[in-house]
């Protein structure tokens, strides 16, 4: 009884505490590299949304980098509120290795935690001089590739998985020959960026290679930053289904007191407003209305999926970019 | 022919620079450009050669076309290449621990700033010279190590700090701070352990920032460090802050010779209030305006353990103890209003102190009384030298530096204070030759060398009346107690 006293000084400082900072949150997005321009406009339409909601001013921070990068930063103490990566696999390390989310964070959400998917093209330079017009042209004699590397980018993991899906599909789902294939493709790979938007840098701005392998998205980007007269997009007739995912980092957010606005942050990614800004960013969005309306934009190639061609992305990660897995077997540096 | 030879140049030229990259970074741009510029040449000559064969129709690339162009690919790889090397090594210096050694001590960090280590360190050598006491005051004249203390502070899981703060100045080495504090966000911490109650406004200084060598009389109304758990904040950016905290119970400010035993059951609450209604003003010369209150209480139980060991002189002499039979029991509260005002160089800074206890006497006859003690200071301030004056200390503008004509900061300080015993105190339960009053004036000048370093000499002069106890006035109390003081101190 006699510390009832202190019991209601403590009680009163957390509501006083929480009272003083009332109105203001702050979130911190860790994404994967070429999203910076969709959240930077979808951050913008969020904030404005959610004041009226709740009143409440909300500050998007957002951090880039590539995905297997930002996954580890998260796992080592980068404090996200949310995570929207490149693979699930990712968002899994996070769950397994720090503990941060359970362990069934796709089922949140619909779609597997998805709310726009993406694919890998190939950009060329104008009138494409080097004939690419599918994955096997890029193992010709005198192409150079550029890509990003698969052990710390998503979408490098991605671009990878296509062309060795396009060999299986191609070779009978001969796995000596696909593996054969994609030792071709990476030795006409002359350098290896970190991230997706390094790899772009390097094809576009320092004018190295004839094809980029893309995510979808950044392949339009890089048209329009870098000029539409420069720069071709070809899209092949089969390339990988990308589904880069979304999760609250739940511990983190409770820590900070932002649960509720990263839900809402995550959720309102599939609202019609946040479809529409993914369809004009170039990601695939999953709204059957707004994915028509923005058809011409999205060409349309057989998607192969990593769960029906890899065994789904545990066993992809295990066999492919482990240490020790097929990248390190067939990849020597030049 | 000449091409070919000029190409096989071009080659050599830019493996060699690339080699170099590696080796020298700081050539590399200059190393890069020159490259570049070549490549540009080269390419120069291929359009023109180009031009010259569409001019003669011929549209297919000739051997010479192909080559410069494999050339001006292999030069961009590694140009590139090398922008990546250079990208990633500045990715792994980011990831390591990150160790540093400046004014404010030593730091060793995690990459993350998750793990934080710092070392502090406070030594202040005193002297004190008593004057016309050789018919009373009991003082010596001495030199001392008033205080010799590492300081370990630290964070660890990014919320979690802790301070570690062992003396070795007395005569044994006494833990006086060892807490773990919790900061869940600036307006809402809890802390744990030994720390300093928050009551008092001069007694929460710290120690390598207060005016002079000695705290006032008003702190020694105020408890000192105590054992318990607080929970604190500032609010309102740094507007307001609060503390409040459950603890075993101190006695009327004492220094701490081992570690506090609690001596009952009960717990004494203290807790402090303090503002900064314009810390964000545009008006500077209300951003230094704070005032607040802080207070404590505690049911004591029929213990000498929770009386003060003795009032202090600021020459460190027990002016007014309690007699041998008195007893602490019942209600001891303390409330002290405080504020303080800092505009450039003026500082200013008052506290007001009343520590009120019930007492018995346990010899017959028994008897028992409500002691209100009532105690206050102020203290000004005048850095000669411009620099601003803060509750946090003075940077000097021009730390010392003879041989450039810098001297540092000079500080003029005075200080009046007053410290009152209950009437009800004598002559039963005050000790023989206890003071029921002290007044003492101060004045001195401290030397800022640097952030670092500080010598300070000051004056001070503390009259006694009333009292006597049962026994008259005591050797101390006869006459008034004039020291000078002296330090130097290192705290960094």
Redesign the interface.
């Known amino acids: 009884m ?2 009832y ?2 019991i209601l ?2 009680a009163l ?2 509501v ?3 009272a ?2 009332a109105g203001q949150v702050a979130l911190l997005n860790v994404s994967y590299d070429p999203t910076r321009e969709l959240y930077q406009e979808y951050n913008i339409a969020f904030a404005k949304y959610w004041k009226a909601k709740s009143g409440d001013e909300v500050t998007i921070n957002q951090s880039h980098g590539g995905s297997g990068k930002q996954a580890q930063s998260v796992i ?4 996200a509120d949310v995570v929207t990566l490149a693979l699930s696999y990712d968002i899994d390390s996070i769950a397994q290795q720090a503990k941060l989310l359970p362990a069934n964070w796709q089922s949140r959400l619909p779609d597997n935690s998805t709310p726009y998917t993406s694919t890998i093209v190939f950009l060329v330079r104008k009138g494409n001089p080097k004939g690419i017009k599918n994955w096997d042209d890029l193992i010709k004699p005198g192409v ?1 590739i550029v890509v990003a590397n698969p052990k710390t980018s998503g979408g490098a993991r991605w671009a990878y998985l296509g062309a060795y899906a396009f060999a299986l599909e191609t070779y009978g789902h001969d796995d000596a020959k696909a593996k054969d294939f994609i030792t071709k493709v990476y030795k006409n790979v ?2 290896l ?2 991230g997706a938007r ?1 790899s772009t840098i ?1 094809f576009a701005q ?4 004839d094809v980029l392998l893309a995510w979808e998205n950044e392949a339009h980007l890089a048209q329009k930053e870098f000029g539409a007269d420069n720069f071709e997009i070809i899209t092949p007739p089969l390339s990988i289904l990308a589904e880069p995912p979304v999760a609250v980092v739940d511990k983190n957010a409770k ?1 900070h007191g932002t649960t509720d606005v990263a839900q809402a942050y995550l959720q309102y990614l599939y609202s019609d407003e946040a479809q529409e800004i993914e369809a004009r960013n170039f990601y695939r969005p999953r709204n059957p209305a707004i994915a028509a309306k923005y058809a011409a934009n999205f060409p349309q190639l057989k998607l192969v999926t990593v769960d029906a061609e890899f065994g789904g992305w545990a066993k992809a990660q295990q066999t492919h970019f482990a240490d020790g897995g097929v990248f390190d077997q067939i990849y020597q540096p030049q | 022919m000449k091409l070919k030879w000029l190409l096989l140049t071009a080659v050599v030229g830019a493996q060699s620079g690339i080699t170099a990259l590696g080796q020298d970074t700081n050539s590399s741009s200059a190393d890069i450009d020159a490259l570049k510029q070549e490549v540009q040449a080269l390419e120069q000559k291929v359009n023109t050669l180009e031009q010259q064969q569409a001019a003669q129709g011929s549209s297919a690339q000739s051997p010479e076309t192909a080559q410069v162009q494999d050339l001006d ?1 292999k030069v ?2 590694l ?3 090398h922008e ?1 090397d250079q ?2 090594a500045a990715d792994a210096a980011k990831a390591q621990p990150k160790i540093a050694l400046n004014a404010n001590g030593f730091s060793f960090s995690s990459a ?1 700033s ?1 793990f934080v280590a710092q070392l502090h360190g406070v030594i202040q050598v005193d002297s004190r010279s008593f004057f016309n006491d050789g018919g009373g005051t009991l003082g010596k004249n001495t030199f001392l190590v008033r205080r010799a203390r590492p300081i370990f502070t630290g964070t660890v899981f ?1 919320d979690f700090d802790f301070v570690f703060i062992p003396d070795f100045g007395g005569s044994g080495p006494v833990i006086y701070d060892a807490y773990v504090n919790y900061h ?2 600036p ?2 911490q809890v802390e744990a352990g030994r720390f300093k109650s928050p009551v008092g406004l001069e007694s929460l200084q710290q120690d390598v920032w207060t005016t002079f060598n000695e705290r006032s009389l008003v702190t020694d109304l105020v408890p000192n460090r105590d054992i318990g758990f607080e ?1 604190h ?1 500032d ?2 950016s740094g507007r307001a802050s ?1 503390a ?1 905290a ?1 603890l075993n119970g101190a006695p009327d400010y004492i220094t701490p010779v081992a570690p506090a035993q609690d001596v009952d059951d ?2 004494a ?1 203290a ?1 402090r209030i303090f503002l900064q209604p314009f810390k964000t003003s545009d008006e500077a010369f209300l951003q230094g305006f704070g005032f607040g209150v802080g207070g404590s209480y505690e049911d004591d139980r029929r213990t000498a353990a929770d009386l003060t060991t003795g009032y202090k002189t600021d020459g460190q002499q027990s002016f007014y103890t309690y007699a041998a039979n008195i007893v602490a029991n019942g209600a001891h509260w303390r409330i002290a209003p405080q504020g303080y005002y800092y505009y450039g160089p003026f500082s200013l800074l008052g506290e007001y102190a009343i520590s009120d206890q019930q007492v018995s006497k346990t010899t017959a006859p028994v008897a028992s009384a409500e002691i209100r003690n009532k105690a206050w200071e102020i203290t000004a301030g005048w850095v000669l030298t411009g620099e601003n004056a803060t509750y946090n200390g003075i940077t000097p503008r021009h730390p010392f530096d003879p041989r450039n004509g810098q001297w540092g900061a000079w500080q003029l300080v005075a200080r009046y204070a007053d410290l009152n015993i209950d009437k009800d105190a004598f002559p039963t339960f005050a000790s023989a030759g206890s003071a029921s009053e002290a007044a003492a004036w101060s004045a001195g000048i401290n030397w800022f060398l640097n952030r670092d370093i500080r010598i300070d000499a000051s004056f001070s002069r503390t009259t006694f009346s009333g009292g006597g106890g049962t026994a008259g006035q005591g050797p101390i109390t006869a006459k008034p107690e004039n020291v000078l003081f002296t330090r130097l101190q290192l705290g960094f």
Do not use: C, W
Request: proline content about 4%; cysteine-free; glycine content about 12%.
């Open positions: 006699k510390y006293p202190a000084i403590a400082a957390l006083f505490s929480s003083a900072n080592n103490g980068l404090e150079s002359p350098i960026d970190s390094g390097t320092r004018g190295i290679g820590r | 690919q961009r790889v140009q590139r290449q990546l990208q990633a993350d998750n990014h869940y966000s307006g809402f929970l904040g609010v309102f609060y409040a459950i009960d717990k609450f807790g």
